[in-house]
Nanobody, 118 residues
Framework: QLQLVESGGGLVQPGGSLRLSCVAA???????????IGWYRQAPGKQRELVAS???????NYADSVKGRFTISRHNSKKTVYLQMNSLNAEDTAHYYC?????????WGQGTQVTVFS
């Protein structure tokens, strides 16, 4: 399991951009590199969903709802995973979390809130 800390959320207008960061500061590098890391989100009244994931070798996967707008990447030596979010819309408003894929109940952090408002 990893302890992951998210940051970078905020308020943004439709069409705007944000970059989220997820750091596994306490992890041993080899442990971090062994995991696929994903960004999940949960909107009010909805189930948590996986929006993007990235493997050690850079292979990525995206939910259909974010394809072409979100880009996930990782900097392995910094034990950090990023989520660049462009062309944000109201449906992207949610609390965003990172976790391994499939998720570990012990690896949920505090997350970071993204609110898209007009």
């Amino acid at each position: 399991q990893l302890q992951l800390v998210e940051s970078g959320g905020g308020l943004v207008q439709p069409g705007g951009s944000l970059r989220l960061s997820c750091v596994a500061a306490r992890a041993i590098l080899s442990t971090f590199n062994s995991y696929v890391i994903g960004w999940y989100r949960q909107a009010p009244g909805k189930q948590r969903e996986l929006v993007a994931s990235v493997a050690y070798n850079g292979i990525t996967n995206y939910a259909d709802s974010v394809k072409g707008r979100f880009t996930i990447s990782r900097h392995n030596s910094k034990k950090t995973v990023y989520l660049q979010m462009n062309s944000l819309n109201a449906e992207d408003t949610a609390h965003y979390y990172c976790n391994i894929v499939p998720f570990s109940s012990n690896s949920w952090g505090q997350g970071t809130q993204v609110t898209v408002f007009s």
